[in-house]
């Protein structure tokens, strides 16, 4: 598919007459990774309308978020306790309903620490602080919370809700074990024991409640201003629920609780991998007509306008292991790899009938033909990595941007990969194919100005979209990236390690928002 009037006519029509077929620009910014004026520790829904006014200044269109669903004491963001709610950490305090109202609450809050300095944020420390201040301002403002049309509306539209802060209480109260440790007559909830524990646990149910309330308040205020001003944001949809979460908790019947999801060995990998997700029972899914997936996006498509489909190939076949074996023990399913297609595309053609976001789909790796060639019919963007873009079969030269497909998000670095710079330097070898490749002279080190050309050839790529982590734009300012070049990356898949999910962009949200040599790059590299 070349003619991008054809995407009009294709089963994602309706997404892209929303979004518009011609060139998005964006950035990649793990929202954990802000820290403004206001912001206590952490970044935070709010700050999300300052960025936006920003792109819409130097000419993007677009912010990329990873999930912001809530994680209980677990700070990656792929690891969630719940598909709908949010996480209360990132609540903009400074913006809550009614705290003018209180004149102790905005003392106590301006003696929160903002914990801004450090490279790392410090999630302990932050969630303690926040839930404190919480707990007081819930305690003074709970009833006008309760009696607001706006929480009423908010109850009444959320089916997910009540079973989630049941959930949650119960959860708080077992000292955050696992529900399957749980006492026998609380691992399997029914309608009846849920009404019985909302009542048990009214004031903690209602608190958890409230909670949700507040953080979809702020994210769609978000989204709003957005909307205002021509700014798309784009979400991100996990395939996978953690084994310990809440939809699990509600809805055993759609998860096979035999397996668990990962990956076959590979040259990374000579074990395979195993997540420990659960995989989903789709027969039972698609018996129901796959109303949860419906309500899981619908809730999605509150604070979206694009949505990236978390390793998309998934959908199509996923590598499952029985329970107490390692990832090379695994299996594909479904097992029959006729039906792999079928299976996908039923899954893709409900999300796009049901859905008004459009996806974009995470088709890293090894990846069938069959399945990319369906996603393209099917109008889905696939994602482009231009370090791995390479002709493998032919020598592994690297792929012209410009002979990109049409269908597909151009990148230069994921929030799992090492930045541009770090890259450069930990791959020689591929630095060096990568800079004969661009007809320049090969250092070891890689310099701003060939870091700048990447990012331009990365916006001039035959792709529709264009989007890239900030701190790659950051690096091309001396002073606006931590000294370590370690120190600026996300995530370091298959490591457990605090520092992994914990960057923090050096400059805050105001100084790099201001900054003129980074407004006038920015705007130079989409000309």
């Known amino acids: ?23 998005h620009h964006g950035i990649i910014i793990p929202l954990f990774s802000l820290h403004s004026a206001n912001s206590s520790g952490i970044g935070e829904y709010t700050d999300l309308i300052p960025l936006i006014d920003w792109c819409r200044f130097i000419g993007f269109d677009l912010i990329q978020l990873l999930p912001l669903n809530d994680t209980g004491l677990g700070t990656s963001p792929y690891s969630a306790l719940s598909a709908f709610a949010l996480n209360p950490i990132y609540l903009g305090l400074h913006a809550l309903p009614y705290l003018d109202q209180f004149p102790l609450l905005q003392d106590e809050l301006k003696a929160i620490p903002k914990l801004s300095q450090q490279s790392r944020v410090d999630y302990k420390t932050v969630r303690e602080n926040k839930e404190r201040f919480l707990r007081h301002y819930v305690e003074q403002t709970k009833q006008l919370i309760l009696n607001s049309r706006s929480y009423h509306a908010f109850t009444q539209n959320s089916p997910w809700l009540k079973g989630y802060a049941v959930y949650k209480t119960l959860k708080v109260l077992y000292q955050c074990s696992s529900w399957e440790s749980w006492p026998v007559n609380d691992q399997s909830p029914t309608p009846e024991l849920i009404n019985q524990l909302t009542e048990e646990h009214k004031e903690e149910v209602e608190w958890h409640s409230i909670l949700q309330f507040l953080c979809d308040q702020q994210l769609h205020a978000s989204k709003e201003h957005a909307d205002k001003h021509e700014v798309f944001l784009m979400g991100d949809i996990p395939i996978l629920i953690d084994r310990d979460s809440a939809e699990v908790w509600l809805h055993r019947h759609l998860f096979d609780l035999n397996y668990s999801a990962g990956s076959p060995p590979d040259i990374y ?11 989903y029972n789709w027969e039972k899914i698609a018996s129901a007509n796959y ?4 309500d899981r996006l619908s809730c999605a498509s509150r604070y979206y306008h694009v949505y990236r489909i978390d390793h998309i190939v998934g959908f199509f076949r996923i590598w499952s292991i029985t ?27 409900m999300m796009l009938k049901e859905c008004t976001m459009l996806p974009i789909g995470e088709d890293l790796g090894v990846v069938p033909p069959e399945v990319r060639d369906c996603l393209t019919a099917l109008g889905i963007c696939g994602t482009k990595v231009m370090r791995w873009e390479r002709l493998w079969k032919d020598n592994a030269r690297y792929i012209l941007p410009q002979d990109y497909p049409l269908i597909s998000m151009t990148t230069v670095s994921t929030h799992d990969s090492e930045t541009l710079q770090q890259w450069w330097q930990n791959m020689p070898l591929d630095a060096q194919i990568f800079a004969q490749f661009k007809g320049w002279t090969y250092h070891p080190n890689l310099s701003r100005e060939y870091q700048r050309e990447i990012l331009w050839d990365s916006h001039h790529s035959n792709s529709l979209f264009h989007i890239n982590l900030l701190q790659e734009y950051l690096a091309l300012i001396p002073g606006l990236t931590w000294p370590l070049l370690e120190d600026e990356r996300i995530n370091m898949p298959g ?19 201001s900054h003129t040599s980074l407004q006038h790059l920015m705007r130079e590299l989409i000309i």
């Open 269 to 279: 990998s000579l074990e395979g991998q195993n997540w420990g997700f659960p995989i």
């Open 495 to 513: 490591i457990l390690s605090d520092r992994n999910w914990s960057y923090r962009f050096k400059p805050s949200l105001e100084e790099f928002t």
């Open 291 to 294: 109303q949860w997936w419906i």
């Open 1 to 23: 598919m070349t003619d991008p009037t054809s995407l009009l006519h294709s089963p994602a029509a309706k997404q892209w007459q929303r979004i518009g077929v011609k060139h």
């Open 323 to 349: 329970r107490g074996l390692t990832g090379k023990d695994g299996v594909f399913i479904p097992q029959d790899e006729s039906t792999w297609v079928d299976h996908g595309q039923r899954i893709m053609l």
